[in-house]
Structures are given as C-alpha cells and as structure tokens.
C-alpha cells in the first residue's frame, strides 16, 4: 500500500498576535510512504542523506515508540519539501506533524488531534505553527504551565498572501534572543486592541479591519531590524495601503488580502519596481483551508 502526505507551510503571528494566531498556506511537505517495500529506506530529495537529528527522523522514531510498534515492517518513504528551511515558514512544524502522520499509517494507528499536537511540542514549543499546519485556515492557539489548547477561526473568505523570501536564513532562536523580557503596559494594551481587529477583519472578510489590525509593538519593532528588506518592501506597499508583517520570526514578509487579482496586482508591481532593489523571491499563496491531508496511491 501506499500513500501521499501533503504537510503544509504556515505563518505565525501575522504581526500583533505573538505565539497566538497562525494561518496555513498551500505549499507543501510531501511524504510518499510505502509499505511492504523490499527493503527499510528514507530518502530525502531536498538532501543527499537524513542525518540523524533530522526532525521527521525524531518525531517518526519518537510516535512508533508511543504508539508501542515494535514490527519489523519495510518501507520506503520520499520526502521533498516545498517549504523553505529558517524562512519562517513552518517547516519545523511541517516535519514534526509529517514524521507523526506517516508513524501513524506505519503503525496502522489513530491519534487524537490534541495527542499529536502534544508529541510535536517535545521537538518544538511553537503551538502556533503546529496548529495551523494540522487544521488548516487560520488558528488560534494558547500554551502555558496549565493549558494547551486551539481553535480554528470561521473564517470562509480565500485569503491570498504576498510573500517575500529572503536569500538568507534566520532561525528563530536568534530572533527571539532579542526581544525585551518585560514591556510597557501602553504596548500589549495596543497589541491587545490590534489583535482583536485583525481576528474580526479575518472572520467578517474585511480587509481593512485586518490591515488596520497588523500592528505590533511586542516582536517586529525589534525583528524588522533584522531584515534588510523591509523599509524597502514597506514603502512600496503604502501604494496599495497595504500593511507588512513578519511570517513567523522572519525573514520571510508578508501581506494579506481576500482578492486573487489584487494579489497578483501587488505582486507584479513589487517584481517590476523592486527587481534591483531586493534580492529572494516573491510569490503569492493561498489559504489551505483542509491542513494536512493523506491520500492514497
């Protein structure tokens, strides 16, 4: 037998909702496992080997053993990734969740969605990313010494997504080292006040309420400083009065709209004006609204 999963990138935060919203795009991790082969391989077409401190091969090797498979089954499993690695993009989360997808159809075993979300935060601490990926659309998360939990918005516009990848990596740990421990009270009122415009313009589909909601003072202020492009890339988007956000911790940047034409619109306007003034890759993206999904070949 075998089968096709389809993991999917994310952004986390979409400017004032740190470590708390996330939304799942169309680009995609690949996982082709097939069972009962002649032999045990994993191949990666993204790499020339899989070391061993690869996050599919943990979190595989980590669900077999919870899920108490001890056979000694073959099969071959080719992963190729969409996904650009340390861009912000989720592809930690997207090889967490796809290493605990394909124990499962290895193990021929169920887990609730809540247990898997569990298992990948031994590898990784960003709920937001996990969700996202697993449910698709756009959710919202909470982690803390009592609590895990999420919940997918009702949200039934497309959304579209302009993104700008970098040329450079930045990991999210860098990114983080450089925020504040402690901030002003003025500041997480106006995250607080922001937030709660973006998840209303999200769910009404009204794209001005988002923009006028993509405002932070808690992460980007300090994190922008860290990508070259974005006084640049931000200019250019006053045109369209459009707002700009980090994709996660960076470096990747993002706008969002409900229009496919407007997108394409921003887009061309960014590749003309800025071709050299910038340097990575723009593209645009569209909601994944299902989250991973497994089909069979």
Known sequence: MRYLIKVPATSANLGPGFDTIGIC????????VELNSLEKRILNNNKEEIKKNDLFLQ????????????????????IESEIPI???????????????FTAEIIANKKLEKFEKI?????????????????EGGVVICLKNENEIFFSKLPVYSNIYGVIFIP???????????????????????????????????????????????????????????LVKEYNTLKEELKKFNKKLVLSGAGPSLITLTFSYKKALEILKNLENNLKNKIDGKLMVLKVNNEGIKIENL
Not at 86 to 100: E, F, R, V
Not at 118 to 134: P, T, Y
Not at 196 to 203: A, C, K, N, P, V
């Open 25 to 32: 795009w169309d680009l995609y991790l690949r996982i082709d």
């Open 167 to 225: 040329q450079y990596t930045l990991s999210t740990e860098s990114a983080r080292k450089i925020l504040p421990q402690n901030y002003p009270k003025e500041d997480v009122i106006f995250n607080l006040q922001k937030l709660s415009f973006l998840i209303t313009g999200l769910i009404k589909g009204d794209e001005a309420l988002i923009d006028m909601g993509m405002d932070d003072k808690i992460h980007q202020p300090y994190r922008f400083k």
């Open 118 to 134: 569990k298992i990948a935060l031994n590898f990784e601490n960003h709920i937001d990313n996990l969700s996202a990926c697993l």
């Open 59 to 78: 979190s595989l090797a980590y669900t077999l053993d919870y899920l108490r498979f001890k056979e000694d089954l073959k099969y071959t499993i080719k």
């Open 86 to 100: 340390g861009k912000g993009l989720g592809s930690s989360a997207a090889a967490i969740l796809g290493g605990i």
